[in-house]
């Protein structure tokens, strides 16, 4: 059987730096969607378990689930780890003998980074599977409207849309409402006084973003002397270095903008030699990156709070789940440099695979729901920062790493999280 294997484009990093790319300026493309599962260039390995369609959503020896993501369109490739991430750990959990004897087994579809086209395919999904999971799509708010008129087909991903966020039965392994996680705000003020925030971001929802991470800024006693709009295509940014060190910017935040955006401001920074006191950027933690700054030096103690373990491969010595991680999505997607997608395809099917074991040797739809909503401590083995999944809670934990003579190092804690301090600021519009 052989499957879709789209071209891979540059690493963006992180959900909002992607979604920044690519919001405004794709927003009118279109294009058919086609299943994952679908013949074409490349071989799949024995351990996977994408099909091309489903034969029943559940059987006495398999149980079928749908995943709908950006694979093709104007960026190839854009959202490609999300279904592979589920697909490697399916493939997981078959070695292991599956669920209570069935088999897992999944249709990922493309929605060819189009609304109507994410809207298609998922009504085509959510009729023919037992659940959703793992879906990724700057477009899921377009099917979220086929989820929530089917409150009855469970939903476990990693919602990008206001409405996709608000469906009842989407829970996700990451909940993350409106709004921001204070702790490393709390955390950089009182380490370095730097409080003068200056900052690019991209186009589209990116707007957005930034609006809610200001407001949490903010309230804890930031004040933002510059902030500027780009265009994700832009390659000049002396000015606005210029602009921000006269103003005495000293905190530089740069989470609004893809991983090339954000190498250039760097390049430029240390062109101009202006090094504010702090710089924060957790789209950073990118395989890509380094490759896109060229010379690492100018990203030297860089800082990236993350809500996640370092499934790069740093922290698989004291997080055994991102060796297990790892080593699947290269057994199963050889070649592919797994991504943060992929890790929030693998999380979500672990919360799922977690709720269809709980939900007994006869499993429903209804009963995974129940199993998801009774989920108040989900960590994926460490991969995240624990969060009630039932409830739809933030964290509000944290770990921080840096850059360090051109490689991503743990700052703190040792181990793990923090969670002091921590905190969510929850945005009012």
């Given at each position: 059987?052989t499957?879709?294997?789209?071209t891979?484009?540059?690493?963006?990093?992180?959900?909002?730096?992607?979604?920044a790319?690519v919001?405004?300026?794709?927003?009118?493309?279109?294009?058919?969607?086609?299943?994952?599962?679908?013949?074409?260039?490349?071989?799949?390995?024995?351990?996977?378990?994408?099909?091309?369609?489903?034969?029943?959503?559940?059987?006495?020896?398999?149980?079928?689930?749908?995943?709908?993501?950006?694979?093709?369109?104007?960026?190839?490739?854009?959202?490609?780890?999300?279904?592979?991430?589920?697909?490697?750990?399916?493939?997981?959990?078959?070695?292991?003998?599956?669920?209570?004897?069935?088999?897992?087994?999944?249709?990922?579809?493309?929605?060819?980074?189009?609304?109507?086209?994410?809207?298609?395919?998922?009504?085509?999904?959510?009729?023919s599977?037992?659940?959703?999971?793992?879906?990724?799509?700057i477009?899921?708010?377009?099917?979220?409207?086929?989820?929530?008129?089917?409150?009855?087909?469970?939903?476990?991903?990693?919602?990008?849309?206001?409405?996709?966020?608000?469906?009842?039965?989407?829970?996700?392994?990451?909940?993350?409402?409106a709004?921001?996680?204070?702790?490393?705000?709390?955390?950089?003020?009182?380490?370095?006084?730097?409080?003068?925030?200056?900052?690019?971001?991209?186009?589209?929802?990116?707007?957005?973003?930034?609006?809610?991470?200001?407001?949490?800024?903010?309230?804890?006693?930031?004040?933002?002397?510059?902030?500027?709009?780009?265009?994700?295509?832009?390659?000049?940014?002396?000015?606005?270095?210029?602009?921000?060190?006269?103003?005495?910017?000293?905190?530089?935040?740069?989470?609004?903008?893809?991983?090339?955006?954000?190498?250039?401001?760097?390049?430029?920074?240390?062109?101009?030699?202006?090094?504010?006191?702090?710089?924060?950027?957790p789209?950073?933690?990118?395989?890509?990156?380094?490759?896109?700054?060229?010379?690492?030096?100018?990203?030297?103690?860089?800082?990236?709070?993350?809500?996640?373990?370092?499934?790069?491969?740093?922290?698989?010595?004291?997080?055994?789940?991102?060796?297990?991680?790892?080593?699947?999505?290269?057994?199963?997607?050889?070649?592919f440099?797994?991504?943060?997608?992929?890790?929030?395809?693998?999380?979500?099917?672990?919360?799922?695979?977690?709720?269809?074991k709980?939900a007994?040797?006869?499993?429903?739809?209804?009963?995974?729901?129940?199993?998801?909503?009774?989920?108040?401590?989900?960590?994926?083995?460490?991969?995240?920062?624990?969060?009630?999944?039932?409830?739809?809670?933030?964290?509000?934990?944290?770990?921080?790493?840096?850059?360090?003579?051109?490689?991503?190092?743990?700052?703190?804690?040792?181990?793990?999280f923090?969670?002091?301090?921590?905190?969510?600021?929850?945005?009012?519009s």
């Amino acid at each position: 059987m052989t499957f879709r294997r789209t071209t891979q484009l540059p690493r963006l990093g992180a959900a909002v730096a992607a979604v920044a790319l690519v919001a405004t300026a794709c927003g009118g493309s279109s294009g058919g969607g086609s299943a994952a599962g679908s013949p074409s260039a490349g071989t799949e390995t024995a351990a996977s378990t994408i099909v091309g369609s489903a034969s029943a959503p559940i059987t006495k020896d398999s149980v079928t689930v749908g995943n709908v993501a950006t694979l093709s369109g104007p960026i190839p490739g854009l959202f490609q780890g999300a279904p592979y991430g589920v697909d490697a750990y399916f493939a997981m959990v078959n070695s292991q003998g599956g669920v209570n004897g069935r088999k897992l087994a999944l249709v990922s579809s493309d929605d060819a980074l189009n609304c109507n086209e994410n809207k298609t395919q998922t009504d085509k999904l959510v009729a023919s599977t037992f659940a959703m999971v793992g879906s990724f799509s700057i477009y899921d708010d377009c099917g979220a409207t086929v989820i929530a008129a089917h409150p009855q087909v469970p939903d476990v991903s990693v919602p990008i849309g206001d409405h996709a966020k608000a469906l009842a039965n989407l829970y996700s392994p990451q909940p993350q409402p409106a709004g921001y996680a204070l702790g490393p705000f709390v955390y950089f003020k009182q380490k370095y006084a730097a409080t003068k925030v200056g900052s690019i971001y991209g186009e589209g929802a990116a707007a957005t973003s930034f609006k809610q991470q200001s407001e949490a800024m903010k309230s804890v006693g930031y004040q933002i002397v510059y902030a500027r709009q780009a265009g994700n295509t832009e390659t000049n940014f002396t000015s606005d270095v210029i602009r921000m060190r006269s103003e005495g910017v000293n905190f530089l935040w740069l989470t609004d903008f893809n991983a090339a955006g954000i190498a250039r401001v760097l390049t430029a920074a240390k062109q101009q030699n202006w090094k504010p006191k702090l710089v924060v950027t957790p789209t950073a933690y990118d395989a890509s990156f380094f490759k896109l700054i060229g010379d690492p030096s100018a990203a030297e103690g860089l800082m990236m709070p993350l809500a996640f373990s370092m499934f790069l491969g740093e922290d698989k010595a004291q997080v055994p789940a991102v060796a297990t991680f790892d080593t699947w999505m290269h057994k199963v997607h050889p070649g592919f440099q797994p991504d943060l997608f992929s890790l929030y395809g693998w999380t979500s099917a672990a919360l799922f695979v977690d709720a269809l074991k709980q939900a007994g040797s006869d499993p429903t739809p209804q009963a995974v729901l129940d199993a998801l909503k009774n989920t108040h401590d989900f960590d994926a083995d460490g991969l995240l920062a624990k969060a009630d999944v039932g409830t739809k809670q933030p964290s509000g934990c944290w770990m921080l790493a840096t850059i360090k003579s051109g490689k991503f190092v743990r700052v703190l804690p040792d181990k793990g999280f923090t969670c002091d301090p921590g905190g969510y600021y929850r945005a009012t519009s």
